[in-house]
């Protein structure tokens, strides 16, 4: 059974940084896309950053997201959420989500897409 755990959301003032961490547990042969969502009470989920586990490759959701969050992994399992600058905005619950296929392979900031997700990790920035 994967499951997928999130850690290191937090309160912080708008302009400090978080790292969210995302562990993935149980079986994976190697080969995945995993990624971030975040969600704000009343609005849609929107995704954030995505990479898969054989590439150096990133994706984000548009240019502003780039400047600010980087997605990193140090192996199959583990996805990590750098976010610098924080903003106000940036308030919501963030989510990781896996599927075992490659980000290249797929529409990755489709949540349709992904197999796995975790319970979320808050985020609350204060201005």
């Known amino acids: 059974q994967v499951r997928l755990v999130e850690s290191g959301g937090g309160s912080v003032q708008a302009g400090g940084s978080l790292k969210l961490s995302c562990v993935h547990s149980g079986y994976t042969d190697g080969r995945n896309c995993m990624a971030w969502f975040r969600q704000v009470p009343g609005k849609m989920r929107e995704g954030v950053a995505a990479?898969?586990?054989?590439?150096?490759?990133?994706y984000y959701s548009d240019s502003s997201i780039k400047g600010r969050f980087r997605v990193s992994r140090d192996s199959a399992t583990t996805v990590y959420l750098q976010i610098s600058s924080l903003r106000p905005e940036d308030t919501a619950m963030y989510y990781c989500?896996?599927?075992?296929?490659?980000?290249?392979?797929?529409?990755?900031?489709?949540?349709?897409?992904?197999?796995?997700w975790g319970q979320g990790t808050q985020v609350t920035v204060s201005s």
């Open positions: 990479m898969s586990s054989t590439s150096t490759w990133t």
């Open positions: 989500a896996a599927v075992d296929k490659l980000c290249a392979t797929i529409s990755p900031f489709d949540e349709n897409q992904y197999a796995y």
